[in-house]
């Protein structure tokens, strides 16, 4: 199955540049290239798209609001472009519903593979990295601890998949933690998503963090560090 990409930068050269990578491999095609975010959600709706790659930084609609109208309109997944890892726009357009972000000196096998992994419905980020950029920037909105009511709907272990999810343990590392199996991992992972209305495990880590579930700074089970590599050294 062909990939279908909106590549959506106002930098002309590196769109184009992004497009010509994307468009050589025999299983991804670009359909449409933009110069704003305004540009890139007519595209969207004019070509539906498997995914959307968006510059967060673009006059007129910037990428944030690019991908709040793409994420909201239907099943086009986006992941955003930055030039910096310290981009304090990172964690809002996660929370927007983009599936992860890239920076823009990112490796061409990079790409191509964020694009693909993107497409078939995964996160961008392993879980590891999307709890250190959570952490980051949640911390200067840390709230106290309370019961949030859209939790309700969550059993007891789906609540636990979720805490351990928001921690950075793979699927293999909950079904550890919980003694039970990888496919009854992936299950109550599912469950999750759909109970709670997110799109991928990065929504899943936010949502853990704004419920109160998980606070900046909490250890991780067992006392172990699984913070994992930080996003610079994750990109390489």
């Known amino acids: 199955m062909t990939i279908r990409v909106v590549v959506a930068d106002d930098q002309e050269l590196v769109r184009s540049g ?9 299983d991804i095609e670009v359909v449409a290239e933009a110069g704003d975010g305004a540009g890139a959600v007519d ?4 070509h539906a798209p498997d995914v959307a790659l ?32 310290s981009d304090e ?21 990079d790409l191509v ?12 980020l392993a879980p590891s990295v999307a709890r250190r950029l ?17 939790l309700d709907v969550l059993t007891a272990r789906e609540r636990e998949t979720l805490l351990l999810l928001a921690r950075g343990l793979s699927n293999a590392e909950i079904a550890a933690e919980l ?18 209305g997110l799109r991928d495990r990065i929504q899943a880590v936010i949502c853990a963090y704004e419920t109160g579930l998980v606070a900046a ?20």
Do not use: W
């Open 134 to 150: 959570v952490e980051q920037y949640t911390r200067p909105a840390a709230r106290p601890r309370r019961s949030d009511p859209r």
């Open 18 to 26: 992004f497009a010509m990578i994307l468009d050589a491999q025999p």
């Open 179 to 196: 003694l039970v199996s990888d496919h009854t991992v992936k299950t109550h992972v599912g469950n999750v998503l759909a109970k709670l």
């Open 113 to 124: 593979h964020a694009v693909r992994v993107v497409a078939r419905g995964d996160s961008l």
């Open 54 to 85: 968006l510059d967060i930084r673009m006059p007129r609609v910037d990428g944030i609001e690019a991908c709040r109208a793409i994420s909201a309109a239907g099943d086009c997944r986006t992941v955003m472009l930055t030039t910096f890892d």
């Open 43 to 46: 595209s969207v709706r004019r």
């Open 217 to 236: 700074g909490d250890p991780p089970p067992g006392g172990a560090d699984r913070a994992g590599p930080s996003p610079a050294s994750a990109r390489k």
């Open 89 to 109: 726009y990172v964690y809002e357009a996660l929370h927007a519903g983009a599936s992860g972000f890239l920076l823009k000196d990112v490796r061409r096998d």
